[in-house]
């Protein structure tokens, strides 16, 4: 079974890491189709980036900055762990920081989470900081966008990465617009979608920020118990969630809190 998280427009790169996790980070799968989307970028001016990406200023010349800096070679110095260098919504409720190592180790196996820049990444491969929202209409030479872009090659990539499993379960706990990059019909396994409900002014809502941070919630309670059947999904109770059998089917697994 793999777990499937957006990444986080918010980073982190000031926390220091442990010895023993800086030791555990590995180089991410699709280092010359990011470093070919770094060149594209690397023609806009800050204007332009600002346009594309709706940015302040400051946000725009920050992230000019970045994909100048940006360097197909991974180091300590210019990058850190994926799971501990997002800092989001959804890193609040996965809380990768305080995960032991032999969590994080069976994290690097079940645990993706897509990026427009990187394409697919595991916990412990390794980010350098940047911008790219797979929704943002960035053209490059064979496509209009980042969802042209990366086609199905993704959903290839999990799927080998599932190879093994004689029935691969995808939990999906990504947002819509990352998802997408995933191409359901291209996808092997079976999809599970995860969704959390909080009761609000006289109704069940999604509340965004609740919502985001109970999918890392779910991503971290995967982790610690070794989740491995879509049963088990249903005893997670972090945060006052409980799972409600009677608006869930075997496609949607619903989660409600008063």
């Not at 555990?24 to 470093?35: C, E, G, H, N, S």
């Not at 940006?70 to 762990?81: C, E, I, L, V």
């Not at 002014?201 to 919630?217: C, D, E, I, N, Y």
């Amino acid at each position: 079974m793999l777990f499937v998280l957006s990444p986080a427009k918010t980073l982190d790169y000031e926390t220091p890491l442990a010895p023993e996790v800086e030791a555990l980070a590995t180089r991410p799968a699709f280092v010359p189709q990011a470093a070919a989307l770094i060149e594209v970028l690397r023609t806009l001016t800050p204007a332009d980036v600002a346009s594309l990406m709706d940015l302040s200023d400051p946000l725009a010349q920050l992230n000019v900055a970045r994909y100048a800096a940006w360097r197909s070679r991974f180091t300590p110095h210019n990058s850190r762990p994926a799971a501990l260098a997002f800092a989001g919504d959804v890193y609040e409720g996965l809380q990768a920081g305080t995960l032991a190592v032999d969590e994080l180790r069976w994290a690097q196996q079940h645990l993706a989470i897509l990026s427009g820049l990187y394409g697919v990444l595991r916990p412990l491969d390794r980010l350098q900081p940047y911008r790219l929202e797979m929704g943002t209409r960035l053209a490059t030479s064979g496509a209009k966008d980042l969802y042209g872009y990366w086609g199905t090659q993704l959903a290839e990539h999990l799927n080998a990465w599932q190879a093994r499993e004689k029935a691969p379960v995808l939990v999906n706990l990504a947002s819509q617009e990352y998802f997408k990059a995933l191409p359901r019909k291209a996808l092997r396994a079976r999809v599970v979608d995860c969704q959390f409900e909080d009761w609000s002014a006289g109704q069940w809502k999604v509340v965004s920020f609740f919502a985001k941070r109970a999918r890392g919630l779910m991503a971290r309670f995967a982790i610690q118990h070794r989740l491995s059947q879509v049963s088990q999904l249903r005893d997670f109770d972090t945060d006052g969630y409980a799972f409600d059998q009677g608006v869930s089917d075997e496609k949607r697994l619903v989660f409600r809190r008063r």
